[in-house]
């Protein structure tokens, strides 16, 4: 086992200790989330700031409307989750659901990836494949025998509909994230997280799948 796999694993086991210790004790939920955002508001605006620089666009007030969006996405996306998690019981199973098919796309979409390979999804981001994608979708439909007891209310067509977009827009996310990479000439967006990166990298399907996943499950 190489250096980078051993440190990939052992930060694999912290984030989902942090995952599970956010689930039971809302203090720990609160803090996460605040240093999450500040770093990944760090990150993103780091992205920005170097394909500025890059393309040497010295645009002051470009500067100033990039950073400002993403602070306010960000800060409204912490919000949102506290809200739901401190008011709105009923709606955690959307936000948990939304999460887990946010991480199992990105499971599915690198195991299938890798073992089928085949034929490139995008330029934007060159090992991503279409094997891939697919495999992200069909980790995610996974999930719904865990979840559909707490999901009957709904038919089994809606669910899979809801699943399949969620994972879609999880896979957006992922991709606009490595679009900015790209354009930024960067791999990762940090090193804080070893062997995976930055935070951004992490939860760059899941700030996107959140809100829509949440959204998309109360109107329909």
Same mark, same amino acid.
């Given at each position: 086992m190489n250096s980078n796999l051993k440190k990939r694993i052992i930060t694999s086991i912290f984030l989902i200790s942090l995952l599970t210790a956010m689930s039971f004790y809302s203090y720990i939920m609160f803090i996460s989330l605040v240093v999450i955002a500040i770093i990944t508001w760090i990150e993103f605006y780091a992205l920005i700031s %170097?394909?500025?620089? %890059?393309?040497?666009?010295? !645009? %002051?007030i470009y500067r100033f409307f990039c950073k400002a969006l993403s602070l306010f996405y960000l800060a409204g996306l912490v919000f949102f989750i506290l809200l739901i998690e401190t008011y709105y019981s009923n709606l955690k199973i959307y936000l948990l659901y939304s999460i887990l098919i946010s991480i199992m796309s !990105? /499971?599915?979409?690198?195991? /299938?990836?890798k073992i089928f390979k085949g034929k490139k999804l995008t330029r934007i981001s060159p090992n991503k494949t279409i094997s891939g994608s697919i495999g992200s979708l069909i980790f995610s439909i996974f999930l719904i025998p865990f979840f559909y007891d707490k999901l009957s209310y709904m038919n089994l067509s809606k669910v899979i509909f809801l699943t399949i977009m969620i994972s879609l827009i999880s896979q957006l996310g992922d991709l606009f994230i490595s679009f900015l990479k790209r354009k930024a000439k960067v791999k !990762?967006?940090?090193? &804080?997280?070893?062997?995976?990166?930055?935070? @951004?990298?992490? =939860? !760059?399907? &899941?700030? +996107?799948?959140?809100?829509?996943? /949440?959204? @998309? +499950?109360? =109107?329909?």
């Open positions: %170097k394909i500025i620089k %890059k393309n040497l666009i010295k !645009d %002051k !990105d /499971v599915g979409g690198l195991t /299938v990836g !990762d967006t940090s090193n &804080i997280l070893p062997g995976h990166g930055g935070i @951004l990298d992490r =939860i !760059d399907g &899941i700030i +996107f799948a959140i809100p829509f996943g /949440v959204y @998309l +499950f109360m =109107i329909i």
